[in-house]
T-cell receptor
Framework: AQKITQTQPGMFVQEKEAVTLDCTYD???????LFWYKQPSSGEMIFLIY??????QNATEGRYSLNFQKARKSANLVISASQLGDSAMYFC???????????????FGTGTQLKVEL | DGGITQSPKYLFRKEGQNVTLSCEQN?????MYWYRQDPGQGLRLIYY???????QKGDIAEGYSVSREKKESFPLTVTSAQKNPTAFYLC?????????????FGQGTRLTVV
């Protein structure tokens, strides 16, 4: 079974609009962390935002916010006021705790290609 | 500046040859990782190391080998046993801290078998 599922291979959004990128996860560990990374066409991975399983509030970092719905096991990324420079591949990733995980490793989803249009 | 350096950026290999991808970090991180990226499949973990002289297989280790003789270096060898090695390879590192520890990535190496 996939641990991280991103069901949107591609998304389009108009400049200045908000967009939501979906991510669902599967784990039996009560302790886990969820990450979003951005990958421009150049290939490097840029860390955007983090949400811990015990965090009471949704994470926010500038124009990025994470809509964390623990019961539904979803961690959607919301980008507000989209800019042309936001066009990139976006990956959701999870780190599990000691019960089911180990090694600090991150498990990634298949990604969503976002295109911001004028 | 601290960071992760992968070299080379582009690499061409003939079928049947082994090739080694370099990954060096000066972030003083204990943990290092190798991921493979194919179109439509996201990043898949090949090998990871939490400490010098120790490493573990990831999800797709067959046809690959690694070493961790120094804290700052984690080279990946793609052997002739890897049936489909053409891909984008990303190296990452992190501290061995808590759940919120982010991984820092290199710029990647694009390997093509010719």
């Amino acid at each position: 079974a996939q641990k991280i599922t991103q069901t949107q291979p591609g998304m389009f959004v108009q400049e200045k609009e908000a967009v939501t990128l979906d991510c669902t996860y599967d784990t039996s560990d009560p302790s886990y962390g969820l990450f979003w990374y951005k990958q421009p066409s150049s290939g490097e991975m840029i860390f955007l935002i983090y949400q811990g399983s015990y965090d009471q509030q949704n994470a926010t970092e500038g124009r990025y916010s994470l809509n964390f719905q623990k019961a539904r096991k979803s961690a959607n990324l919301v980008i507000s006021a989209s800019q042309l420079g936001d066009s990139a591949m976006y990956f959701c990733a999870m780190r599990e705790g000691r019960i089911t995980g180990g090694g600090n490793k991150l498990t990634f989803g298949t990604g969503t290609q976002l295109k911001v249009e004028l | 500046d601290g960071g992760i350096t992968q070299s080379p950026k582009y690499l061409f290999r003939k079928e049947g040859q082994n090739v080694t991808l370099s990954c060096e970090q000066n972030l003083n991180h204990d943990a290092m990782y190798w991921y493979r990226q194919d179109p439509g499949q996201g990043l898949r973990l090949i090998y990871y190391s939490q400490i010098v002289n120790d490493f573990q297989k990831g999800d797709i280790a067959e046809g690959y080998s690694v070493s961790r003789e120094k804290k700052e270096s984690f080279p990946l060898t793609v052997t002739s046993a890897q049936k489909n090695p053409t891909a984008f390879y990303l190296c990452a590192s992190s501290t061995r801290g808590g759940m919120n520890t982010e991984a820092f990535f290199g710029q990647g190496t694009r390997l093509t078998v010719v």
